[in-house]
Nanobody, 123 residues
């Protein structure tokens, strides 16, 4: 059984930075690890994905150049470094294992989910 627990959200001024963390337990070595976000009244969207071997990444156009996804296998942690934050980045951010398929470049809402962490960017 895979369990994911996010942390690191909070309130930040526009232009600031936050690093989200996701504690990973269970067998995830074959899954892509992802970060999604969901703003009020909007659908959940993929923000970034990391191939299980960490050799490939995916970023949504809206965050390219500002966000970086990474993992520390020794600590069983997934991270999302968010720089140059904008008010439109305000959302609940979710850690996921398995929703993005690097073979087909497709995304679903499958896999395992954390409980989410709130990020609020003030203008």
């Amino acid at each position: 059984q895979v369990q994911l627990v996010e942390s690191g959200g909070g309130l930040v001024q526009a232009g600031g930075s936050l690093r989200l963390s996701c504690a990973v337990s269970g067998r995830t070595y074959s899954y892509a690890m992802d970060w999604f976000r969901q703003a009020p009244g909007k659908e959940r969207e993929l923000v970034a994905a990391l191939h299980w071997n960490a050799e490939k990444t995916y970023y949504a156009d809206s965050v390219k150049g500002r966000f970086t996804i990474s993992r520390d296998n020794a600590k069983n942690m997934l991270y999302l470094q968010m720089n140059s934050l904008k008010p439109e980045d305000t959302a609940v951010y979710y850690c996921n294992a398995g929703a993005y398929d690097f073979h087909t470049d497709s995304v679903s809402l499958a896999g395992y989910w954390g409980q989410g962490t709130q990020v609020t960017v003030a203008s």
